[in-house]
């Protein structure tokens, strides 16, 4: 398919063991993006990349600990780059691990505190909108968007929580103790506010037929924040 002017290029990682790339690809290209797939042992993004999304799965069999292996993926180092130049990346489930696993964002998700697979929808509450991923939604706005995960509990320190609390990066935090998280964390931001990774999957929250659509403001976020990217860059 040929970009158009207004598509922007958004690159969706693919990892040995990813399973939701697939969706996301899907569900960017609802926003209009130009979602290209890119392999994890690419070291280099496609030329004119926007914006990034690391899906869910189980990157390398989720071995040493989840995320633990992707970090050290060549594509990884070009993400970082984009990352740090403010570009929006948007880490899913195993997208987040491999987030906090990079140093990108801080923390670690560690197994659920029930020691059992949840797969579910959840409600999550928007704490901070100073995110592109958030930007269209009002604080204490409660989106519903499923989660489907074994190691998906969020923790850091007190002084951490604490940090990020204050400094608007608890993005996004369940309103019910889904899984043991750190004050019922969801999702966390970098210090920017470019980057993003939660545990709900919001490609699986697009489509009213299928579902709840509480991932729309998150995805439609990513993109509107990719094309602003790539009119600067014109």
């Known amino acids: 398919m040929t970009r158009g002017a207004d598509r922007p290029l958004v690159a969706v990682v693919v990892f040995p063991g990813s399973n939701d790339d697939g969706d996301a690809v899907l569900a960017l290209e609802r926003f209009g993006a130009d979602a290209q797939p890119v392999w994890h042992a690419e070291s280099e993004l496609p030329a004119g990349t926007s914006g990034v999304v690391l899906p869910g799965g189980f990157s390398y069999g989720d071995y040493l600990r989840c995320g633990a292996i992707a970090r050290l993926a060549r594509a990884m180092d070009a993400v970082r780059v984009l990352a740090a130049d403010g570009a929006p990346v948007l880490g899913i489930c195993n997208g987040f691990q491999i987030l906090c696993e990079s140093g990108l964002l801080p923390g670690v998700l560690r197994q659920n505190r029930q020691l059992e697979f949840v797969c579910a929808d ?21 989106l519903v968007i499923p989660v489907k995960h074994g190691e998906g509990s969020w923790y850091a320190d007190e002084e951490t929580v604490r940090r990020l609390t204050a400094a608007g990066r608890i993005v996004l935090r369940y309103t019910d103790d889904v899984n043991g998280s750190v004050e019922r964390v969801a999702g966390v931001a970098s210090e920017a506010g470019n980057v993003l990774g939660l545990m709900p999957h919001p490609e699986h929250a697009v489509d009213s037929l299928l579902g709840p659509t509480g991932g729309i403001p998150i995805l439609a976020g990513l993109v509107e924040a990719a094309r602003e990217r790539m009119t600067l860059l014109v």
Do not use: W
Not at 122 to 132: F, H, L, Q, W
């Open 122 to 142: 959840a409600v999550v509450r928007v704490e901070s909108t100073a995110t592109p991923f958030t930007a269209a939604c009002t604080p204490g706005d409660e």
